[in-house]
T-cell receptor
Framework: EPEVTQTPSHQVTQMGQEVILRCVPI?????FYWYRQILGQKVEFLVSFYNNEISEKSEIFDDQFSVERPDGSNFTLKIRSTKLEDSAMYFC????????????FGPGTRLTVT | DAKTTQPPSMDCAEGRAANLPCNHS???????VYWYRQIHSQGPQYIIH???NNETNEMASLIITEDRKSSTLILPHATLRDTAVYYCIVRVEVRTFTFGKGTMLLVSP
């Protein structure tokens, strides 16, 4: 299966700092997603991105979050001012199939906010 | 999206078939059934999905009842590497998934 990779695998940051998490698809895809999973809790949808625009977002995805695809390849999630409760695994997924409904997840980035 | 109910945990012996049930009694006509799994904090892995008909791929089979109110994911010959949390998700064709608590499948030797 075609996959995505994510960098870094682990990011430690101080509260209030900005972080950028990266998702690198193997080849060109139009559909991308970000999810997060706080330790021991459910996987939560954050945002979907289609053709370089946000198509859907959850209540979690507030003004502190942003996504972009700056160079047409890498897909990034930015958290402007991190809080302790942002500590989680962040998963990028790419869509597959005619409408991108099948989603293939990357290995995740573990974000630790201290 | 329709709500799903799955048992919190199941056990299966290695080499045997693992049958994971999912109830979705409020499913509507245009909602698909998706199955994903998550192995120990890795990213969720797509397994299979279907609408009305039974489906089979290289990983598993999906059996959907005629009234579509429940489904079963079948791993025909479970291995130790199939130990994971299995999620049954029912949704319309939008691109967001809502993951529940799933079923923790433990495959033992």
């Amino acid at each position: 299966e075609p996959e995505v990779t994510q960098t870094p695998s682990h990011q430690v940051t101080q509260m209030g700092q900005e972080v950028i998490l990266r998702c690198v698809p193997i080849s060109n895809h139009l559909y991308f997603y970000w999810y997060r999973q706080i330790l021991g809790q459910k996987v939560e949808f954050l945002v979907s991105f289609y053709n370089n625009e946000i198509s859907e977002k959850s209540e979690i995805f507030d003004d502190q979050f942003s996504v972009e695809r700056p160079d047409g390849s890498n897909f990034t999630l930015k958290i402007r001012s991190t809080k302790l409760e942002d500590s989680a695994m962040y998963f990028c997924a790419r869509g597959w199939g005619p409408q991108g409904y099948e989603q293939y997840f990357g290995p995740g980035t573990r974000l630790t906010v201290t | 999206d329709a709500k799903t109910t799955q048992p919190p945990s199941m056990d299966c012996a290695e080499g045997r078939a693992a049958n994971l049930p999912c109830n979705h009694s409020t499913i509507s006509g245009n909602e698909y059934v998706y199955w994903y799994r998550q192995i120990h904090s890795q990213g969720p892995q797509y397994i299979i999905h279907g609408l009305k008909n039974n489906e089979t791929n290289e990983m598993a089979s999906l059996i959907i009842t005629e009234d579509r109110k429940s489904s079963t994911l079948i791993l025909p010959h479970a291995t130790l590497r199939d130990t994971a949390v299995y999620y049954c998700i029912v949704r319309v064709e939008v691109r967001t998934f809502t993951f529940g608590k799933g079923t923790m499948l433990l495959v033992s030797p």
